[in-house]
């Protein structure tokens, strides 16, 4: 019977047929241990010379770290650990022998891995983090359904920018020109709530960042989510809700996938209850007086997310930014029309910004003003401007980075592991 490696522990005493390939080996005298991946885990396997054939034997010994291979035994309990358990095994075929994979059990430099990232997806880290952004991805799927919304996809190639024209690829597109890459699906998805009332895209975009950081991919996923008749609060409440599902679905799901990452768990769990909210301004002024030297009217550096959620045990909410750094769609709050109905969400231990959202400017007028103000070309947008002219509501929505979310819930340092092949300014490869 074939089995995986999850369903083990159900099997004992039965002969069982395990496919993958050998992870780790060694060996004392007549008895050989195999580290076996199967995709869904590990399996210890068992090859005792004096059980099995010489074939068997043989094959044993020639196998090499990363070889495919099927192996099939009996399921018993670990001879000393509680709810562990191997194959003893009968039989072995080889269906690929690999030689000399370049990945071995000593410290590789971060290049040297990212270099060979198409093999070191096979690490137990890696596997864990692939993991970990599928549950995550999940996850924001399941709330969203919870909540109304449902997928509408936006399209990668477009006429004109959604985030500023200064991150912006370009690419030749037939007779027509230059496309760009989206930057971010919103102001398509604006379009679709007067249809469906609540959608989101989740998929790649595209900055062409000049930033080389720890927290910056040029291609990274995201997911828009965008509501009809949904102001600011609500906007939040909606943020807070789906952030906090997230933590939980990952807790519940990845327990295994958190202790390989070495994760602090008590820290996650501590990040699900009701979020802090700061004004810009507020935050502006907690800044100061934790030694930042930020002026008013300045984006917040990583520096400075860092320092204000640094005593934080949960996401802290930035809301009502200055209008001038923050995109033309974004309503300005009728109470003081210099700052915009916007948030990003800062996210705990450093981790930055998670999302960026804001309630829609659904004036006509004034959408057209705030363009003219950015250099905008209006022949660009005169669609999206048509969603003013035919009932318009109040609206909102927001984005959240999927690979940041990632970094989080992980706790890995780099950006660069929360995305299977990444993409940054020195990185095309492999
Ligand atoms: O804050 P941003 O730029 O917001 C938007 O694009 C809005 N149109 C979203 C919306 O309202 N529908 O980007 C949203 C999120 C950020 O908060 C961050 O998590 C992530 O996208 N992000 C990046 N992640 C990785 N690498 C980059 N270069 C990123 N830039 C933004
Ligand atoms: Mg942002």
Redesign the pocket.
Known sequence: MEIRSSELGRQVGENVTVKGWLFNKRSSGPIAFFEIRDGFGWVSAVINKNDVSLTVWENAEKLTQESSLIVTGIVAKHPKKENVFELQVSDIQILQLAKDFPISKKEHGPDFLMDNRHLWLRSKSQWAILRVRDAIITAINGYLHDQGFIKVDSPIFTPNA??GTTTLFAVPYFDLGTAYLS??G?LYIEAAIASVGRCYDFGPVF?A?K?KTK???TE?W?M?AEAAFVEHDQNLQIQEGLVRHVIRHCLTNCAQELVILERDVEKLKKADAPFVRYTYDEAIQKLAELGSDIKHGEDLGNDDEVLLTKNSDVPIFIEKWPKEIKPFYMKLDPANPNRALND?LIATEGAG??????QREEDVDVLIERMKHEGLNRADYEWYLDLRRYGAVPHS?????L??AVRWITGVEH?RETIPFPRTISRLKP
């Open positions: 959604c985030e930057q971010s919103q900055r960042e930033s927290r910056h991919l990274f995201m828009d990003d910004e998670l999302i960026g959202g804001s929505g927001f984005g959240i980075g690979e940041r950006i």
